[in-house]
Nanobody, 120 residues
Framework: QVQLVESGGGLVQPGGSLRLSCAAS????????LGWFRQAPGKEREGVSC????????YYAESVKGRFTISRGNAKNTVYLQMNSLKPEDTAVYYC?????????????WGQGTQVTVSS
């Protein structure tokens, strides 16, 4: 059974940083493609980032390019999202999910989410 558990959300001031963590289990592969999407109240789900399994290629939404960095941890199927220069519009629940990218993000299973609030 696939499980994804996020942590690291919280309240941060504009311009601040947060790092989200995701521990995934239940996969047959040690390096499954994983990523993040977010959803703010009243808005549609938005793909944020994805990291592939084979070559570590990364993909980002235009809205976060240059500010967010996705990376893998040393433990199997762990992934991080380093978020810098945060803006109020980054406020959302962030979900870790299995993902692929073919001209757009494609997400599969996801976790329970972690709240990120950017406010002064």
């Amino acid at each position: 059974q696939v499980q994804l558990v996020e942590s690291g959300g919280g309240l941060v001031q504009p311009g601040g940083s947060l790092r989200l963590s995701c521990a995934a289990s239940g996969f047959t592969s040690d390096y499954y493609p994983l990523g993040w999407f977010r959803q703010a109240p009243g808005k549609e789900r938005e793909g944020v980032s994805c990291i592939s399994s084979s070559d570590g290629r990364t993909y980002y939404a235009e809205s976060v390019k240059g500010r967010f960095t996705i990376s893998r941890g040393n433990a199997k199927n762990t992934v991080y999202l380093q978020m810098n220069s945060l803006k109020p519009e980054d406020t959302a629940v962030y979900y870790c999910a299995t993902c692929n990218y073919y001209s757009d993000f494609i997400f599969g299973d996801w976790g329970q989410g972690t709240q990120v609030t950017v406010s002064s």
